[in-house]
């Protein structure tokens, strides 16, 4: 895909890591994904951006304070380009979400989290300007996001509904899987907790594309991070790895397949 100026309204926009420590964690990114890192001042302090050439792909910034009284762990967080943060919010609350923050404004747009019925956390996000561009699909930016989760059917009608997302499902490696799809595009998936997981917390996970999921796997490890999920392919998807940085943020890896 190009690099995106304006983000379609109710697909994902960012992703963004929430670390105890965003001076580790940068090295770490740097070399597993080759990220250029740029600061930026912010009322919380640095804001780490990651570029890859000139497009931003991510950004890292520390952990809020309101969230660790939460008990949030370090994570991404993925974000949802919205037109109008109040009304979506409203609307996440009539539909048995929770709001956490928010709407409140965030440098030059707006932005709030919100807990789906069924707890994954995700972030929705308003700018009435051009953030520059977002490189989404290509090596080692973000490529897909992943809610997993132990109520589907809860969870699917919350994102369908405020989202307007038609939910699809599809057969993936003798499990259902649920692509949501914005006209004939899916934006995201779905996936109900395997038993490994069963103890996992509903979340929101963000992959991100690359070149060998092997060798990516293999450099986690040497960097101080943990393979959660060992490399594994999916028919005509591509080969994926589930990881964990040594803060503890957990992201996918994929190779997608190259006859797709």
């Not at 990516?216 to 998807?237: C, M, N, R, Y």
């Amino acid at each position: 895909m190009p690099e995106i100026t304006k983000p379609v309204t109710h697909t994902f926009c960012w992703v963004e890591l929430n670390t105890s420590d965003p001076s580790a964690a940068r090295p770490f990114y740097e070399k597993l994904f080759g990220w250029k890192m740029n600061e930026m001042p912010m009322p919380t302090g640095n804001y780490l951006m990651a570029n890859v050439g000139d497009a931003s792909v991510s950004g890292i910034t520390k952990l809020p304070d309101e969230a660790k009284k939460m008990g949030a762990p370090p994570h991404w967080l993925s974000y949802v380009s919205v037109d109008d943060p109040e009304k979506t919010v409203d609307k996440a609350k009539s539909l048995g979400g929770k709001v956490l923050t928010g709407p409140k404004q965030w440098g030059p747009g707006t932005i709030a989290l919100i807990q789906d019925p069924s707890g994954g956390v995700f972030a929705i996000w308003h700018s009435p300007q051009s953030m520059g561009s977002f490189l989404y699909g290509e090596p080692n930016a973000l490529c897909w996001n992943e809610l997993m989760t132990d109520n589907v059917d809860q969870a699917g009608k919350f994102y369908a509904n405020l989202f307007n997302w038609k939910p699809e499902t599809v057969n993936m490696t003798g499990e259902a899987y649920t692509i949501f799809k914005k006209g004939e595009q899916g934006t995201s998936g779905m996936m109900g907790k395997p038993a490994m997981a069963k103890n996992a917390p509903t979340s929101w996970l963000a992959y991100f594309a690359v070149g060998n999921v092997d060798q990516i796997a293999k450099k986690t490890s040497e960097l101080g991070g943990k393979v959660k999920h060992q490399p594994t392919d999916i028919p005509t998807v591509g080969r994926f790895a589930i990881l964990e940085d040594p803060q503890g943020a957990v992201f996918g890896v994929l190779q997608p397949d190259k006859k797709n």
